[in-house]
């Protein structure tokens, strides 16, 4: 799940049946003739029955991404928002523990911030179905998103080399927006240890996620060991999102819903719920074509100009 604009990259066609439809009328004579001693003319009934036919709409390809791209490049705006964020998370983390110093009451607090580190996986998860699925790179405020996350399928390695505050500025500006009115007013140990613990993991979320496409060779011993202990994402785990059907393991922070979520096809029950409601069909339904394709690194993506 990439949150940031990486490359304008191709989306596929509108998925929007009721209103991307050409709605066309065949029409079928069906005769009947009535048996007497004398013919008679034989009378002729119309039948309209729609057809839905889909309209052919032709992209432009678009040229791959090169490793010098300026936008893989973090800059200072991106390394402000950075540390607020993470500033605004730690100043949570500080006051849960103090509250809970002051209190003698370690147990809820420790609870809340578990509770909140599983549900920023569940969240990652929801939102990255979400935005895979639906829009595209027109649509009001999250276009800019969907048509990352979206063209990601195309070139995953692309979040590998991108610089840390450029992947994560993003998120950190919506954590501080979020975060920083509750450490100036909320003192409670349990709110604020869930929320740093939320707030932190999602904040993160882009970082564990392009953990999982780097090689284990490339990661910090401590990296690989939260990978294999099931505390963030796997690198294997998360190559299954990226195979077909594509439609699978779309939570990056642990991983833990992926398996639940799939098994009990959660979001295909909400996929035919926006369907049969909003009559909008997810790219998943679609056969998966280039645009779900991964294309390897060519040798003027990897070597810098």
Known sequence: ?????????????????????????????????????????????????????????????????????????????????????????????????????????????????????????????????????????????????????QGHHKWPWTITRRQFANNLHALARVITFFVLPLDLVCNDAVILGFVSLCAGCIMFSQQFHAWAHSTKSKLPPLVVALQDAGLLVSRSQHADHHRAPYNNNYCIVSGVWNEFLDKNKVFEALEMVFYFRLGVRPRSWSDPDSEWTEEIESTSQVTPH
């Not at 090169?66 to 964020?85: E, F, Y």
């Not at 730690?90 to 209190?103: E, H, I, R, T």
Request: aromatic share 8%; with cysteine; hydrophobic share 35%.
């Open 1 to 149: 799940m990439s949150i940031l604009s990486q490359h304008k990259f191709i989306t596929r066609s509108p998925t929007h049946v009721p209103t991307n439809l050409c709605r066309r009328s065949r029409i079928i004579s069906s005769s009947t003739t009535t048996t007497t001693t004398s013919p008679k003319p034989k009378s002729t009934r119309l039948s309209i029955q729609p057809r839905f036919e889909s309209p052919t709409i032709t992209a432009t390809p678009i040229a791959p991404p090169i490793l010098n791209d300026p936008s893989l490049k973090s800059t200072w705006s991106h390394r402000i928002w950075v540390a607020a964020g993470c500033t605004t998370v730690f100043v949570s983390l500080a006051k849960a523990v103090v509250a809970s110093a002051d209190s003698h009451i370690w147990l809820q607090p420790m609870l809340a911030g578990y509770i909140g580190y599983i549900l920023a996986d569940l969240g990652s998860g929801v939102y990255h179905w979400g935005i895979d699925n639906y829009g595209d790179a027109s649509t009001p405020v999250f276009g800019t998103q969907i048509e990352a996350f």
